[in-house]
């Protein structure tokens, strides 16, 4: 029998029940398949915010109740940390399901009051599909200067980050505080939230981390250099224009991408 097409406000709704009601969520098959799908990689995400929260607080990236994590699942929706939680005390249970305006769908939870600011994200750019949001020392040491680390000193560093962007201070949880990111989200993936955090985005929440701790790594080796007394050696920019142009490869971003030539593929080889 040919299966009915289910609405994506239909499919919220369904994924939303099946959420709050987990031991029913084998009846979902009757709704659509791609509901019972995003049910499956729903549990899989959950868990993965879970392993990311607990290694971020083991790093001592987050501190008290401090930072969130989301990720999108499916096209209107996603899932984010609670409130009022220690990133090392989650568990999958306490994930909120969001849609993209903010309203929880599912869960026992109050959602993080910061998520506004991983709405903006993903409302401006499709390529964020996780978020993870840190008070790491080191990075924060430089948001309470206003200022981004110099670039230009680690290869690792210029092939997966690049420029990080300062975003203007603003209180956070409000929406003037979500907006301040949005000239900086389409061409930088690390921003510095002034007098408060790091940000970092990605395509998956592991990912995301993964540059979190990249960016904290850079920050504090680069502030270790520096009290060495010595002069620090940059990598040429003509050597920095070869990582630019694997990275337009790669198709990651880069504020730097207009400054190396667009050629093609053949040209390259």
Same mark, same amino acid.
């Given at each position: 029998m040919e299966q009915t097409a289910v609405s994506p406000t239909e499919q919220a709704r369904e994924l939303a029940q099946a959420g709050l009601e987990p031991q029913r969520a084998p009846q979902v098959e009757k709704g659509s398949s791609s509901v019972a799908a995003i049910l499956v990689e729903t549990e899989a995400l959950k868990e993965e915010i879970v392993a990311v929260g607990r290694k971020l607080w083991e790093r001592q990236y987050v501190d008290g109740n401090g930072g969130n994590i989301s990720v999108r699942v499916g096209s209107g929706t996603l899932l984010c940390t609670p409130t009022?939680?220690?990133?090392?005390? *989650?568990?999958?249970?306490?994930?909120? #399901?969001?849609?993209?305006?903010?309203?929880i769908l599912a869960g026992d939870r109050l959602r993080t009051s910061e998520l506004l600011l991983h709405l903006e994200i993903y409302k401006a750019?499709?390529?964020?599909?996780?978020?993870?949001?840190?008070?790491?020392?080191y990075a924060t040491a430089f948001a309470m200067t206003g200022t981004a680390p110099p670039i230009g000193l680690i290869?690792?560093?210029?092939?997966?980050?690049?420029?990080?962007?300062v975003a203007p201070y603003e209180t956070p949880g409000t929406q003037a505080f979500a907006?301040?990111?949005?000239?900086?989200?389409?061409?930088?993936?690390?921003? *510095?939230?002034?007098?408060?955090?790091? #940000?970092?985005?990605?395509?998956?929440?592991?990912?995301?981390?993964?540059?979190?701790?990249?960016f904290e790594n850079y920050c504090k080796t680069f502030l270790i250099a520096q009290q060495t007394g010595r002069p620090l050696s940059f990598i040429p920019d003509s050597k920095i224009d070869e990582i630019l142009v694997l990275k337009r490869r790669l198709g990651f971003q880069d504020a730097r991408m207009g400054r190396v030539s667009q050629v093609s593929d053949g040209d390259r080889e």
């Amino acid at each position: 029998m040919e299966q009915t097409a289910v609405s994506p406000t239909e499919q919220a709704r369904e994924l939303a029940q099946a959420g709050l009601e987990p031991q029913r969520a084998p009846q979902v098959e009757k709704g659509s398949s791609s509901v019972a799908a995003i049910l499956v990689e729903t549990e899989a995400l959950k868990e993965e915010i879970v392993a990311v929260g607990r290694k971020l607080w083991e790093r001592q990236y987050v501190d008290g109740n401090g930072g969130n994590i989301s990720v999108r699942v499916g096209s209107g929706t996603l899932l984010c940390t609670p409130t009022m939680m220690s990133k090392r005390n *989650l568990e999958p249970a306490d994930i909120c #399901l969001s849609n993209l305006e903010g309203n929880i769908l599912a869960g026992d939870r109050l959602r993080t009051s910061e998520l506004l600011l991983h709405l903006e994200i993903y409302k401006a750019n499709p390529r964020a599909r996780a978020v993870a949001h840190c008070h790491s020392p080191y990075a924060t040491a430089f948001a309470m200067t206003g200022t981004a680390p110099p670039i230009g000193l680690i290869s690792e560093y210029e092939a997966s980050i690049g420029p990080a962007a300062v975003a203007p201070y603003e209180t956070p949880g409000t929406q003037a505080f979500a907006e301040t990111v949005l000239p900086f989200v389409q061409d930088h993936n690390a921003i *510095l939230l002034s007098n408060h955090s790091v #940000l970092c985005w990605a395509d998956t929440v592991t990912h995301a981390e993964w540059l979190v701790e990249t960016f904290e790594n850079y920050c504090k080796t680069f502030l270790i250099a520096q009290q060495t007394g010595r002069p620090l050696s940059f990598i040429p920019d003509s050597k920095i224009d070869e990582i630019l142009v694997l990275k337009r490869r790669l198709g990651f971003q880069d504020a730097r991408m207009g400054r190396v030539s667009q050629v093609s593929d053949g040209d390259r080889e």
